[in-house]
C-alpha cells in the first residue's frame, strides 16, 4: 500500500471517535470523520445540516429521509439523501487514502479501502458504553440507554446496507479492542505500534 491508513469503526459511547482524534494528534496525521460531510457538502452543492441528518443512516424504505424540496429536485429525486451521501464520502474516501496517510471515522471506510488499510473495531460492553454517553451528553442513564441502542441499531443498518458484512463479525476487521479494558493512553500506542508496522 501506498499510503498508511487506518479506519475506525466503532460502538456509540466507546470513545472511538475521541481514540481516533488523539491517535492523529500522537501521529501527525489527520483524521476524517465530520469533516467528510462537510467535503461531500461543497462536492456535491448540497447544505452540510442536511447531509448531517441522513449521516451514517441507511435510507428508510418507506419515505425519503428528508422532507425537503431538495430531496425532489431531478438529481436526487431517485436516490435517497443517505445514498447520495454514502456514494460521494465513498469517492471522497478513496481520493484522500491515495494521497496522505490518515485515519477515516465510520462511514464503511474499511470496506471501501479493502486490502489498503488497517480496519480497527472499538467496542466495550453496554453499560460501560451507557455511563460513557450519560456523562457525554449531560443527561440521566435511561436517556442514554435508550440512545446508546438507537444509535447503535442505525449504525448497524447503515454498515450491513452498505457492505453486505455484518457490523459485529470481528473477522471483518483486523483488530477488535475492548475499550473499556485499557485507557485511551494504552489503546493509542497499540495503534502507533500496528501504524509504524505497516508498510508505507
Not at 3 to 26: D, F, Q, V
Request: hydrophobic letters at 35%; aromatic letters at 10%; charged letters at 35%.
Amino acid at each position: 500500500m501506498s499510503k498508511r491508513i487506518i479506519t475506525i469503526n466503532r460502538m456509540y459511547g466507546s470513545n472511538g471517535r475521541r481514540i481516533g482524534k488523539a491517535l492523529s494528534e500522537e501521529l501527525g496525521i489527520h483524521c476524517y470523520d465530520k469533516d467528510l460531510i462537510r467535503i461531500a457538502s461543497e462536492k456535491e452543492g448540497l447544505p452540510y445540516e442536511e447531509l448531517l441528518k441522513v449521516d451514517e443512516k441507511r435510507a428508510s424504505q418507506w419515505r425519503y429521509p428528508l422532507e425537503e424540496p431538495l430531496q425532489m429536485e431531478p438529481q436526487y429525486r431517485l436516490y435517497p439523501m443517505n445514498d447520495v451521501l454514502f456514494h460521494s464520502e465513498s469517492e471522497i474516501i478513496k481520493s484522500i487514502a491515495g494521497q496522505e496517510d490518515c485515519i477515516i471515522i465510520g462511514r464503511c471506510a474499511g470496506q471501501i479501502l479493502e486490502g489498503e488499510c488497517l480496519k480497527v473495531f472499538i467496542h466495550a460492553p453496554f453499560e460501560y458504553r451507557v455511563k460513557v454517553a450519560a456523562e457525554r451528553m449531560e443527561v440521566p442513564e435511561r436517556d442514554a440507554r435508550a440512545y446508546v441502542k438507537k444509535t447503535d441499531k442505525e449504525r448497524r443498518s447503515y454498515f450491513e446496507y452498505f457492505t453486505d458484512e455484518k457490523w459485529l463479525d470481528m473477522s471483518v476487521y483486523d483488530l477488535c479492542i475492548d475499550s473499556s479494558r485499557f485507557t485511551e493512553e494504552q489503546i493509542v500506542r497499540m495503534l502507533k505500534v500496528a501504524y509504524e508496522g505497516m508498510e508505507a
